[in-house]
């Protein structure tokens, strides 16, 4: 049986030897035009409608012209055939260095030749200067290489002409081209942020029924929101993604349920690192998000901003340049999180510390609260493990009556109990391990028995 990533390496060879006919037909018309001095007929791309493939999927999906197929390959060849492209580094014999119009870097490590914007205008456009400008067009945030997070062309230096740029394909289209498999971005200061997931189910998370009812409206979205916007056209009237606050205090299920709808809806949710993203620095929080929405642009992930308060509070009274420069910010994410196509999610502690433009563009705002006593009953009750045994005067009833915790707080006091348990050998949960655990968790809070 041939598999995805074999039947993505025949495409590939078809393409890659299409590619390189038409680099050579480009070679040979820029040095050796012949005596008629008219350009080589076009070498047509292969036809691949018909395959199954990854490769040839993608191509039908997104409908590429012939350029930008090839400014497509051209990003691909260092990671699949690099030799490809080592014609390139030829030498002007007459001034003793390399051709300018090839373009072209160096890496730091791989030997080969890395393709830049000027490379593409080669093979495009030649010294047809209007074809050249309308290279340009391709590396344009409005192209679909740049909103979909494709390809992109690299900041020149300051000064430089920006096809000097190096042509860069993201790592995750290198993988689904290559061997077919979807690249999980790993956490790092180019994307700060981490996958997260849950083993739990629904009937582990223990909620009032209007907390349910407002979750399953954000459920509603990711599953039909693309249909509503597209089969029914309301894309020109309503906002492409759906942007959510989850409020209350710690341990009461903000996090879990995030999860959840990511597991339900089959998303990947990624928890932002605030800590990597907020910079003293000003414009470097702007550009630290701006990773993370292009990268997501279009993935049908979910974004959890937990303790959102450090992004998302209030602006402040215009003091000084720094001050000025937050509110930017904060203008900056209102505008970047109503153009993000995914699902937002943030959590705080206190509603009120959420800057009021946020909460008036939230499509939903979502409490929750402390369990009350029955609510605390079903956690501690379903929180053990079937393998413990809570000795008699354990009485949970009364425990759930007694001590207002959250949800976090009493799973954190089944641990403490389970482990002491099994630290004795033994399968008895104590009163006094659970009485403990207690104790250390209200603590914690600044409260007292």
């Known amino acids: ?22 680099l050579d037909a480009r070679l040979k018309q820029a040095f050796d035009p012949g005596p008629s001095g008219d350009p080589a007929p076009a070498t047509p791309p292969p036809e691949l409608g018909e395959s199954a493939s990854c490769y040839a999927r993608f191509l039908v999906h997104y409908g590429f012209s012939t350029a930008e197929r090839l400014v497509l390959l051209l990003a691909l060849i260092p990671h699949v055939r690099p030799q490809l492209l080592d014609v390139l580094w030829s030498k002007n014999q007459t001034i003793g260095r390399g051709f300018t119009e090839f373009g072209g870097v160096q890496g730091a ?5 890395l393709p830049t914007g000027e490379t593409a205008a080669f093979l495009l456009a030649g010294d047809d200067l ?29 000064g430089e002409p920006q096809l000097s740029g190096m042509l860069t394909l993201s790592r995750e289209h290198v993988a689904w081209l290559t061997t077919a498999v979807e690249h999980k971005p790993t956490y790092s200061s180019d994307f700060p942020a981490r996958l997260i997931a849950t083993r739990l189910d629904w009937d582990h998370l223990v ?20 249909q509503l916007l597209h089969d029914w056209e309301m894309d020109a009237k309503l906002a492409p993604g759906f942007t959510a606050l989850f409020h209350g205090p710690p341990g009461t299920g903000k996090t879990l349920s995030a999860c959840l709808l990511g597991k339900h809806c089959g998303c990947d949710v990624y928890k932002i690192d605030l800590g990597m993203i907020v910079s003293k620095y000003i414009g470097e929080t702007e550009k630290n ?39 930017q910010e904060v203008s900056f994410l209102l505008q970047r999180i109503e153009e993000f196509n995914g699902v937002v999610i943030l959590a705080s502690n206190i509603k009120t510390n959420i800057d009021e433009a946020f909460l008036r563009r939230l499509h939903s705002v979502i409490l929750f609260p402390m369990p009350k006593p029955a609510e605390r009953l079903r956690i501690w009750q379903n929180g053990f493990s079937p393998k413990a045994r809570l000795e008699e005067a354990a009485d949970l009833v009364r425990i759930a009556e007694k001590y207002e915790l959250a949800g976090g707080s009493i799973m954190n006091v089944i641990r403490h109990a389970s482990l002491k348990a099994l630290s004795r050998d033994s399968t008895r949960i104590r009163l006094d391990d659970l009485e403990e655990g207690i104790r250390r968790e209200l603590h914690k809070m600044g409260r007292t028995v």
């Open 109 to 113: 490590i791989h030997g080969g030749f």
């Open 289 to 327: 998000l701006a990773k993370i929405f292009d990268l997501a642009e279009h993935r049908g992930w979910i974004l959890f901003f937990d303790e959102a308060d450090a992004l998302f509070g209030k602006r402040t009274r215009v003091d000084d340049a720094h001050d000025r420069y937050a509110n």
């Open 130 to 158: 209007a074809a050249r400008f309308a290279l340009l067009a391709m590396f344009a945030g409005d192209h679909v290489f740049a909103r979909h997070a494709i390809l992109h062309l690299a900041p020149a230096p300051p």
């Open 1 to 22: 049986m041939v598999t995805p990533m074999e039947d993505n390496a025949r495409d590939l060879v078809l393409e890659l030897d299409w590619f390189a006919a038409v």
């Open 207 to 226: 909620l009032p029924s209007s907390t349910l009812v407002q979750l399953e409206e954000i459920r509603h979205w990711v599953l039909h929101g693309q």
